[in-house]
């Protein structure tokens, strides 16, 4: 498929992602996704408890592995879904719009590949969360999918060349992901 085809694809893989429940999805060049060896070392030393699962580091590609693997993508498409948190339970109501977006990463990846994209590649905002607990073989290999954090990218400085800020306020959520089309 030509570029033209392909940006018309993405555009209709975009709607599908906002009627299936994106808060907002955008197309945006791999080159203004932005890898940061200081992402990935924040997994590492910085207390993360979910360091060492599955699909996080160290069990995730390597930042200049990653790196070469993005250099062979042309765009993806950024998404978000955003949530307010109205319990006492922060932890689980967040989750719960987590579990959302990695619904809508896996769904998308899918249509993408429908769409005529056979490298969709996706990845999730923060942890996976599809099960309580990971065992030695991840139970969900499917579905899950690594976090954009997990391979080295700097969420907030990519989602900034996108146009889409992400601003922290108390009692909001809004988890990221990307699906990398070529």
Known sequence: MDFGQQI???????EFLI???????????????????????????????????????????????????????????ILQVKGEIKGEDWQKESDMYALKLHDLVYRGEKQAFALGFPFAAGLIGGSCKLCSECGEKCSNRSRARPSLEAVG???IRTCRNADMSVNFEKGRVIWTGLILLD
Not at 8 to 14: R, T
Not at 37 to 59: I, T, W
Not at 61 to 75: C, H, M, N, Q
């Open 8 to 14: 018309e694809q993405a555009g209709k893989l975009i």
């Open 19 to 77: 009627e299936m429940g994106a808060w907002r999805a955008k197309l945006i060049k791999t080159r203004d996704i932005i890898v940061d060896e200081r992402v990935r070392f924040q997994c590492a030393h910085s207390g993360c408890r979910d360091y060492g699962k599955l699909m996080c580091p160290p069990n995730t590609p390597a930042i200049d592995e990653f790196r070469k693997v993005l250099g062979r993508y042309t765009f993806g498409i």
């Open 153 to 155: 990218i700097d969420v």
